[in-house]
């Protein structure tokens, strides 16, 4: 048996012909399970979290898993058992972290939009840090705080304006994003957050970015984030933790981002160079954790030649796999059953009904109708973001653990789509082409 990995995919190789995640062969699980079907690497996980704790050895460090990226329940216990606090950007995520298992003292609240009830459930639950993004949001916090006889740990989320370079959709750290205070204001922002009762100021914190593949973007707004640090504290302000956000990026299609322990080293090295080495760390990675952990199983359902492009089409879609459509993303597309047979050139794309619902553009497959591919790089904002989109039920999706299969979501059923969904109207016996008219 010959044994061929995947590039960017430590857990995912050809042994012989066939597509394996760790010890699981997935034509099988697609011929059990069937498609659409996420399946996620647990030891994929773990690896990719073993990077930043190797590089946090001896540090006052805690990795935040950025939830909103794949929020799984099965995906956040082996998170939580794993060690790892939460970032959370709604009540709802909070209420995930604590079924799967995860402490309310390990999760911070990121968001611009938090609501009075969320602010007041978090509250109620004890979370670690509210990372506050606008001068409002302090305000609003403090008068649900009092309300409640509590006093909130905040942390303000500053835009340090850098350019993650990265697509404009997951670029967050530059002046025109909505997040973050600017960091002109940012000191004032500290000495209003200072006075009022029900707040007290934990830390700092910053998020410039997702799907970032080189370093200068992190050391300048690490830079930036230390300068304001010493004129807050200047100021009499004490900062306790120091929380750079997620946003490393993954390798989608020969993307070579930095690996997550050599970044941190030269970011570690650049604050023990300032003095801030033995602070209390924080960082808030998502998609670097999850996204080449797991992949999108789907069947081809018809192969239609054009004049001008060869359609595959498989079922799974746009709802399942959101990130062609709204980001114009690459995902590798790869059969499960590999031939020598010669390969065609197809775009690939679901059975949605709209000219964005593809998958990838001009891909040479060797692949024919009742065959099946893997969708690779679908551990992170796929599921997560998934839809009912022309009444498509979302899919099913399995935990791998060596030569385990573990179901941690049914595929969803017609019924749980159509709960809560009422009829304003008595049925009537005949609804369909009687006049409008009293017999
Ligand atoms: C989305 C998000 C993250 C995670 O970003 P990744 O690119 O997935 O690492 C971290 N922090 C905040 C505030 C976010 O909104």
């Not at 799984?72 to 939580?80: C, K, N, R």
């Amino acid at each position: 048996m010959t044994s061929t990995p995947l590039p960017g995919a430590p857990f995912l190789a050809y042994r012989d012909s066939q597509l394996f995640i760790e010890d699981m062969g997935l034509q099988d699980l697609a011929n059990t399970h069937g498609t659409p079907l996420f399946v996620y690497s647990k030891a994929a996980m773990l690896h990719a979290l073993a990077a930043y704790q190797r590089a946090f050895v001896g540090r006052d460090a805690k990795v935040h898993y950025a939830m909103k990226a794949n929020s799984s329940l099965g995906v956040l216990q082996v998170f939580a058992q794993a060690g790892c606090g939460f970032d959370i950007v709604s009540a709802g995520e909070l209420e995930r972290v604590l079924a799967a298992g995860g402490q309310a003292a390990d999760v911070i609240f990121s968001g611009v939009g938090k609501t009075r009830a969320e602010m007041r459930m978090a509250l109620q639950a004890g979370i670690a840090c509210f990372n506050v993004e606008s001068e409002a949001e302090l305000d609003v916090l403090n008068q649900v705080a009092v309300s409640l006889g509590k006093v909130a740990p905040v942390s303000i989320r500053v835009n340090p304006n850098v350019d993650p370079k990265t697509h404009p959709y997951i670029s967050t750290g530059l002046k025109g994003n909505k997040f973050g205070i600017a960091h002109e204001r940012t000191l004032q922002a500290y000495q209003h957050a200072a006075q009022l009762p029900g707040l007290k100021v934990v830390g700092i914190d910053c998020h410039i970015g997702s799907q970032i593949t080189t370093s200068e973007p992190y050391l300048d707004a690490l830079d930036k984030v230390l300068d304001l640090v010493e004129q807050i504290e200047k100021a009499g302000i004490r900062i306790h933790h120091l929380d750079f956000g997620g946003g490393l990026g993954i390798n989608y299609n020969n993307d070579t981002p930095p690996a997550a322990d050599s970044l941190w080293s030269a970011l570690l090295a650049r604050l023990d160079a300032r003095g801030f080495g033995q602070r209390r760390l924080m960082i808030e990675p998502g998609r670097s954790l999850v996204g080449n952990a797991g992949v999108c199983l789907s069947e081809v359902q018809y192969l239609k030649p054009g004049e001008q492009k060869n359609f595959c089409i498989i079922d799974a879609a746009m709802n399942d796999l959101p990130r062609p459509a709204m980001y114009e993303a690459f995902h590798q597309i790869v059969p499960l059953v590999h031939t020598d047979k010669p390969a065609q050139l197809y775009d690939v794309v679901g059975p949605v009904c709209e000219s964005g619902d593809w998958i990838g553009r001009d891909r040479l497959l060797n692949i024919q109708a009742g065959e099946k591919l893997a969708v690779l790089s679908a551990g992170a904002y796929c599921m997560s973001m998934a839809s009912n989109y022309n009444t498509r039920g979302r899919a099913a999706e399995l935990l791998v653990d060596g030569n385990q299969a573990h179901v941690i979501r049914q595929r969803e059923t017609m019924a749980d789509q159509l709960r809560g969904e009422v009829l304003p109207f008595p049925q009537t016996r005949h609804a369909s082409n009687t006049p409008n008219t009293k017999v």
